[in-house]
């Protein structure tokens, strides 16, 4: 199939950037989004250009490095995928398609369409943890049960793979539903639940530090995640964060 | 050259580890705030050896070149993570898992290391629980289990289709918590170029920032090599992109012996290649093979016929399909492991029984799992008269809790759906047993350098055991490293800071600076890929799952000419300072293309089939892979002397005390 393509181009995070068009030939539908911009890339060094730098690497949905906004959406038209492992079957012969950053004020872009998103590793640092010690001096694993419906939506909630989709479709920009996702893996655990509230008040407070929106609950978010991090979890982040605000006064 | 000293400890083997311990230094905690550690990648092994070490007191510098920890290639591993709990009354024990991973290894592995191995494995399942990672469970609240290849007992810890991910994420907390408190600074989208050596120790890095370009010094007391393995030497393989041996191929350039490096793991659930656009390969987990039988039919017509879409393989008669696992090897069937499940599947695709439009796949069939998980389901919920779709329904659901990711991935990519219609699959380039040399206590042959996980050589022998990486990136990182290095590490409390104005720190940033420029001015014709993929064919069609002398001896001579053609020709856009994925793409590709080269020369050396290692030469007349104990009982261990072709081969003897020598059975 032949396309057009839309490509941000920003040579660096200072330098302004803009759309700039290219036509592309012959991609087959079996390859992957990125895939094309393989060859993009391929053709755009054998003419002497520069290929369009972007994030990548897994390649299957679960790294969280891949953060393309294609056509006006995160991570592209359909759903419950990250940007690699949308193919290009989804397009028609002769699309048109928008290829963009993910954009917010905390993920300031580096190049093309790399951004940076160290601001998530920070709000994880604040307090994504158990405070406990990696020596092994632990006790059996076994000696405390959890029950399944619990370890299962801790597990569902842990999933998220810190893309930053949910930051770039929210009108807000907020990171509430990427917190809210570690606060709920933890909070549902009994090994988490000690820090519970210090660990909500501290990740919130470092998610608007870092220039992050408020949440107005659009659920955009959670349409978008490629994970299928529930709204769920935004309400179990307001109950610990309430509870935490109202113990400590 | 001194002959190669494993420093394994003297003693019973079920003694050695904790008597090791013991007599080790240990550096006190005030000192260990004089001391500066780096770790190299943020995998399981580095993420774990970087916390743990941390938390101990030491100061640690931590790399990796993605822009967080928390996306190193271990967050895509999917079936789980070995230990010898026994929690499901099976007879499993510590024996049992040294005995299946030293067999599984083809006896091609370092007794010591992997008793240990096995013997910490048990605390790495109480301590991810603790940090919270959410392993599967049963209803009843405990810990579930799977079976993996090659191993008769269920002890696979797992967190749906997403291990690697929970355990990661896990070790990537620990870590967050000791930057958090400052013990830890971390360097994102940084990529160390070349390790420092100064009085023969390592005294530090040099690591290019590859936001900014710039090149940075920096000094420690010991570095460490968690950097992962090297399988995208055959362009095609299921790590990610950026998966590369730069930072182990530095190291043996600067003395540290290069181990085993033809044992490569091709793992045989793989969806194939769908045409000349592929970039990487996907793998589909291994624990499917717990529920989904393989199969290819029977008859070559029909073969023919599905190739060409004129027969469905849901058409097919019981009879006219060839389960040819189950029936080459009845004990273990479907289980067989990796190595063999893979030769064989080649083995039915070369023979003309291959599925898909290439040739080049066979089945992967859930249909009769989930009418047997249907019926169980349906009696549990206490439905006696259930249709036969109705359990249809309930066994997919219950598949779908099992793998449903796995699912997912496959429908995306395939554009089938596998509930209904079998999976296609075909071995694919997955993990690299071979790796840097280490010793007892993963210290490589330049002191005060370890190599750690995926890295080094030294666990899984000729062939890996599912679910065994992450049992042993986390078992260096959490529960090895923090001992043995404090045995090296008590002799440098004195040494005060590392200084970087030395002329070996000079030396070491001219090089990286020189190759970097050179890479650069040469402005050829073609794009880092297309040297990459040339090399990836002449390793997969000469170097891959058969091997034989002659295709060898042409595969070294053939890597030699696209070397020296992508030094000549290769074109590298833009500049060193800025961020220029093409500029990284060029360094690794430049060390494959050597590595490539000493892995032909390592796979010729060794005349022999183990585990991967397939040499036509050397086979049964039934075809299976024939070991030869006698003459190649050794790890190959490669010194560097200015070229591969040049590079000194060393052998350390294989001692087997507590296994006997057995040609692998699994009939
Ligand atoms: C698809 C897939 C599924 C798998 N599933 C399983 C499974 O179910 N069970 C199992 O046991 N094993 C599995 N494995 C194998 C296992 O995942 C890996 O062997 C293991 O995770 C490797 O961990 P590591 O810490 O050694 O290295 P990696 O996780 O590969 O980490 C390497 C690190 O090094 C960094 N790095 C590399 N080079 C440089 C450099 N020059 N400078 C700076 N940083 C650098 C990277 O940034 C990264 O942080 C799977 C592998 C694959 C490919
Ligand atoms: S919550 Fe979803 S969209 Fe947001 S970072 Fe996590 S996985 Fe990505
Ligand atoms: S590249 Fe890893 S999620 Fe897309």
């Not at chain 2, 001992?483 to 590392?498: H, K, N, Q, S, V």
Request: aromatic letters at 8%; one cysteine or more; hydrophobic letters at 35%.
């Amino acid at each position: 199939m032949d396309l057009n393509l839309k490509v941000w181009r920003q040579k660096n995070a200072t330098e302004k950037g803009a759309l700039k068009d290219y036509a592309i030939k012959e991609v087959s539908p079996d390859s992957s989004f990125l895939e094309m911009l393989d060859l993009l890339n391929d053709q755009l060094i054998e003419s002497g250009e520069d290929p369009v730098a972007f994030d990548h690497d897994c390649r299957e949905g679960i790294c969280g490095s891949c953060s393309l906004y294609v056509n006006g959406e995160a991570h592209g038209p359909s759903r419950a995928i990250t940007t690699c492992q949308l193919h290009m079957r989804s397009f028609k012969d002769g699309d048109t398609i928008y290829i963009e950053p993910f954009r917010a004020k905390a993920f300031p872009v580096i190049k093309d369409l790399v951004v940076d998103r160290s601001s998530f590793d920070r709000i994880q640092q604040a307090g994504g943890f158990i405070s406990v010690n990696t020596s092994g001096n632990t006790q059996d694993a076994n000696a405390l049960p959890i029950p399944k419906a619990d370890a299962d939506k801790a597990f569902d909630a842990a999933t998220c793979i810190g893309c930053g989709a949910c930051v770039a479709t929210c009108k807000n920009a907020s990171a509430m539903l990427f917190v809210s996702a570690k606060v709920s893996q933890f909070s549902l655990l009994p090994q988490g639940k000690v820090e519970a509230k210090s660990r909500a008040l501290n990740m919130v407070h470092q998610m608007d530090l870092e220039g992050f929106g408020n949440c107005t609950n659009t659920g955009a978010c959670e349409v978008e995640c490629p994970k299928g991090i529930s709204l769920e979890n935004i309400a179990r982040l307001n109950r610990e964060f309430l509870g935490a605000t109202i113990t400590e006064g | 050259m001194a002959v190669l000293d494993s420093k394994t400890p003297a003693g019973p083997i079920d003694k050695k580890w904790t008597q090791h311990k013991n007599d080790i230094n240990v550096v006190n905690p005030a000192n260990k705030r004089l001391i500066d550690v780096i770790v190299v990648g943020t995998g399981l092994a580095g993420a774990s050896a970087a916390a743990t070490l941390a938390e101990l007191g030491y100061k640690v510098k931590a790399f990796c070149y993605q822009d967080s920890p928390r996306r190193a290639h271990s967050i895509a591993a999917q079936g789980g993570i070995n230990a010898a709990k026994n929690y499901q009354g099976d007879n499993d024990s510590t024996y049992r898992l040294f005995y299946d991973t030293v067999k599984g290894g083809d006896y091609r592995s370092r007794e010591s290391n992997v008793y240990r191995l096995a013997e910490v494995s048990a605390n790495i399942i109480d301590q991810c629980v603790a940090q919270g990672v959410p392993f599967a469970r049963e209803y009843g609240g405990l810990l579930d289990n799977r079976s993996f290849g090659g191993v008769l007992v269920s002890r696979t810890f797992y967190a749906k289709g997403q291990t690697g991910q929970q355990l990661l994420l896990g070790a990537y907390s620990a870590m967050n918590r000791q930057i958090g408190m400052g013990r830890i600074e971390q360097f994102n989208r940084h990529e160390m170029l070349d390790v420092v050596v100064v009085d023969g120790k390592a005294r530090g890095i040099i690591a290019r920032d590859l936001v900014s370009g710039k090149i940075e010094r920096h000094g420690a007391h010991a570095v460490l090599i968690c950097s992962g393995g090297y399988g995208n030497v055959f362009f095609l393989s299921t790590n990610a992109m950026g998966s590369n041996v730069t930072a182990a191929w530095k190291i043996h350039k600067r003395g540290a012996y290069f181990a085993n490096p033809c044992y490569t793991q091709i793992h045989p659930t793989c969806i194939p290649r769908s045409g000349e656009h592929q970039s990487k390969l996907t793998l589909m987990s291994e624990s499917l093979r717990n529920d989904g039988r393989i199969w290819v039919p029977a008859k070559k017509e029909d073969a023919e016929a599905i190739r060409t879409g004129k027969l469905k393989p849901t058409d097919l008669k019981e009879e006219d399909r060839d389960y040819y696992l189950e029936r080459r090897y009845p004990s273990f069937g479907n289980l067989v492991p990796r190595d063999v499940a893979s030769r064989a599947a080649k083995e039915r695709c070369d023979a003309g029984f291959g599925v898909n439009k290439t040739g080049e796949a066979v089945y992967l069939d859930f249909d009769a799992a989930i009418t047997r998980y249907g019926h169980e389901k349906a009696l549990v919920d206490g439905i006696h008269d259930a249709s036969e779709q109705k359990i249809r329904e309930l066994g997919e659901a219950v598949i779908e809790s099992k793998y449903g990711n796995l699912f997912q991935m496959y429908e995306k990519i395939v554009d089938q759906n596998p509930y209904k219609t079998p999976m296609m699959i075909y071995p694919a380039v997955h993990y690299t047993m071979g790796g840097v040399w280490v010793d007892y206590n993963l210290m490589t042959t330049i002191p005060g350098c370890y190599a750690l996980g995926e890295a080094n050589f030294s666990d899984h022998g000729a062939n890996r055991l599912g679910a065994s990486a992450l049992m042993q990136g986390l078992a260096d990182g959490y529960f090895v490293i923090p001992y043995t290095i404090g045995d090296y590490l008590g002799d440098e409390i004195r040494t005060g800071p590392i200084p970087t104005d030395s002329p070996e720190f000079d030396a070491a940033e001219k090089e990286v600076t020189g190759q970097l420029n050179k890479l650069l001015g040469i402005q050829g014709k073609h794009s880092v890929d297309h040297f990459h993929k040339r090399l990836g064919k002449v390793m997969w069609d000469k170097v891959g799952m058969a091997r034989n002398a002659k295709g060898l001896n042409e595969a070294i001579e053939e890597i030699k000419q696209i070397r020296k053609e992508f030094w000549e020709d290769v074109r590298i856009p833009g500049s060193s300072n800025e961020l220029n994925p093409e500029l990284e793409k060029a360094g690794r590709v430049a060390d494959f293309l050597e590595l490539g080269e000493l892995f032909a020369r390592d796979a010729l050396e060794r005349n022999e089939s183990c585990g991967g290692h397939f040499r036509e030469e050397s086979q049964t007349e039934e075809g299976e892979a024939l070991r030869d104990d006698k003459n190649f009982s050794y790890v190959a261990a490669w010194e560097y002397t200015g070229e591969p072709s040049k590079a000194i081969l060393h052998k350390e003897e294989l001692e087997f005390k507590d296994i006997e020598l057995k040609q692998r059975s699994y009939k």
